[in-house]
């Protein structure tokens, strides 16, 4: 696997497109969520694209300014990996690799509206569980922060 870091202003016509159908495949056909994806955070984002072998987009998150009571966070957004890709470390990886890149970069805590039952998964990056649980289009989400260590 191969990754990209890129800014709005870096991304093809072709990355963006594929970014954009994964997110639906995920979100809005396996997930059965009707959302505005296109929120306007795009444009200020990190995308961090998981190319596989084949040059197809296999995984994706995005990194962004955001503000949690008051606080100024790095969040990280838009979560997902491929279908014919889970159960193979590709989103461990990829949050790694995120998580790395934030690091590099700034000294903010990292949040995540993580949805609720991947709790463990991003306990283990060392997030913490700072909410109550929340409906988030429909589906149930947790706010959850990573302190700089």
């Not at 963006?16 to 795009?42: K, T």
């Not at 949050?95 to 990292?110: C, F, G, N, Y």
Request: charge should be negative.
């Amino acid at each position: 696997m191969n990754y990209s870091i890129l800014s709005w202003a870096e991304l093809s016509k072709e990355q963006l497109y594929q970014l954009l159908r994964l997110r639906s495949e995920v979100f809005v056909v396996e997930q059965e969520c009707a959302y505005q994806d296109l929120d306007g955070l795009d444009e200020q984002a990190q995308h961090i694209l998981v190319i596989g072998t084949d040059n197809q987009l296999n995984g994706y998150t995005r990194i962004y300014e955001a503000l949690y009571q008051g606080k100024t966070y790095q969040a990280i957004g838009r979560v997902c990996v491929k279908a014919s890709q889970r159960g193979q470390g590709v989103a461990r990886q990829m949050m790694q690799v995120t998580l790395d890149h934030i690091e590099s970069k700034s000294q903010e805590a990292v949040t995540v509206s993580a949805q609720a039952y991947l709790e463990a998964f991003y306990q283990q990056l060392g997030f913490n569980t700072v909410s109550e649980p929340y409906l988030e289009d429909g589906i149930p989400h947790i706010r959850m922060i990573r302190e700089r260590h």
